[in-house]
């Protein structure tokens, strides 16, 4: 499974970005999806998963109420619309996916076997 991320760039805080993340398998709706980050110094941290194609998402607390992810199937990708963004928002952010991932380890990135190359997200105060 090949995943593109795409949609990062330089926003203003309290502004708002969409991140995409899209798959080149036809089945990507069957898979975890997860929405993970990195800023520099930092290890990577889990912001937001969808768990396969039951439709439940799950999120950080420093993201829950700001941070939306969601899946269009059709198109075969997952989306992060990000609003009120904060400057400690800033960072690399990546998307995975794994079709076999249970629902207790969709926060591990080690967990994750696919990963796109990472978008960057900088939020200037």
């Known amino acids: 499974v090949q995943l593109q991320a795409s949609g990062g760039g330089l926003v203003q805080a309290g502004g708002s970005l969409r991140l995409s993340c899209a798959a080149s398998e036809r089945t990507f709706s069957t898979y975890t999806v997860g929405w993970f980050r990195q800023a520099p110094g930092k290890e990577r941290e889990f912001v937001a998963a969808?768990?396969?194609?039951?439709?439940?998402?799950y999120y950080a607390d420093s993201v829950k109420g700001r941070f939306t992810i969601s899946r269009d199937n059709a198109k075969n990708t997952v989306y992060l619309q990000m609003n009120s963004l904060k400057p400690e928002d800033s960072a690399v952010y990546y998307c995975a996916a794994d079709r076999g991932l249970i629902l207790s380890s969709i926060r591990n990135n080690h967990e994750y076997d696919y990963w796109g190359q990472g978008t960057l997200v900088t939020v200037s105060s």
């Open positions: 969808t768990f396969r194609s039951y439709g439940r998402t």
